[in-house]
Nanobody
């Protein structure tokens, strides 16, 4: 299995930036894609972004496109989410996920490894 640990969350004012990190360990050679999801209070967990592990192709939810950037460092088994121009509606617990399935998906059911989550709070 793959284990994932997120870090980098915190409290930031609207318009500010944060960079989330996700460290992968275990059978990292099985990772085909990694993604970020988030869950705001009282809402369902939603897709934010994903990246293919080898080619690095990316995809974003419309709500974060142009503000967030996903990247990965294969050598260090790290995934990052650079978040700029943060808005109060970005407040959520952010989860890193990975999949060994040969799919590039925004559906959380396609991901089989999850981190514990990191809180991001954006104040207005």
């Amino acid at each position: 299995q793959v284990q994932l640990v997120e870090s980098g969350g915190g409290l930031v004012q609207a318009g500010g930036s944060l960079r989330l990190s996700c460290a992968a360990s275990g059978r990292t050679y099985t990772i085909y894609a990694a993604g970020w999801f988030r869950q705001a209070p009282g809402k369902e967990r939603e897709f934010v972004s994903r990246i293919s592990w080898s080619a690095g192709s990316t995809y974003y939810a419309d709500s974060v496109k142009g503000r967030f950037t996903i990247s990965r460092d294969n050598a260090e088994n790290m995934v990052y989410l650079q978040m700029n121009s943060l808005k109060p509606e970005d407040t959520a617990v952010y989860y890193c996920a990975a999949t060994a399935r040969r799919v590039l998906s925004r559906d959380q059911s396609d991901y089989d490894a999850w981190g514990q989550g990191t809180q991001v709070t954006v104040s207005s």
